[in-house]
Nanobody, 127 residues
Framework: EVHLVESGGGLVQAEGSLRLSCGAS????????IGWSRQAPGKEREGLGC????????YYADSVKGRFTISSDAAKNTVYLQMDRLTPEDTALYYC????????????????????WGQGTQVTVSS
């Protein structure tokens, strides 16, 4: 059974940084792409970025390019989302997701292409 578990959320001041983790189990890590997305209250889910774990190729939405960085540790079956220069507008519930045989741009811009989702971790940025 596939499991994705996000962790690392919390409260951070504006201009601060936070690193989220997505622990994956139940599937062969290198065969999947792992995406990150977020959903703020009253807003639609927004795709942020993705990593193809087989070759560490990344893709980012324009809204976070240059501020957010995705990396993976295959030995730990974990993908990270490093978030820098955070603003209150980054406050949201952050999710990781996984998909096989799907390219990262589709995962980011078409969330329905994901096969599995985690439960999310809350990030709150204070001004």
């Amino acid at each position: 059974e596939v499991h994705l578990v996000e962790s690392g959320g919390g409260l951070v001041q504006a201009e601060g940084s936070l690193r989220l983790s997505c622990g994956a189990s139940g599937f062969t890590f290198g065969d999947y792409a792992i995406g990150w997305s977020r959903q703020a209250p009253g807003k639609e889910r927004e795709g942020l970025g993705c990593i193809q774990t087989g070759n560490d190729t990344t893709y980012y939405a324009d809204s976070v390019k240059g501020r957010f960085t995705i990396s993976s540790d295959a030995a730990k079956n974990t993908v990270y989302l490093q978030m820098d220069r955070l603003t209150p507008e980054d406050t949201a519930l952050y999710y990781c997701s996984a998909a096989s045989s799907v390219l990262c741009p589709l995962i980011v811009h078409f969330p329905s292409t994901n096969d599995y989702w985690g439960q999310g971790t809350q990030v709150t940025v204070s001004s």
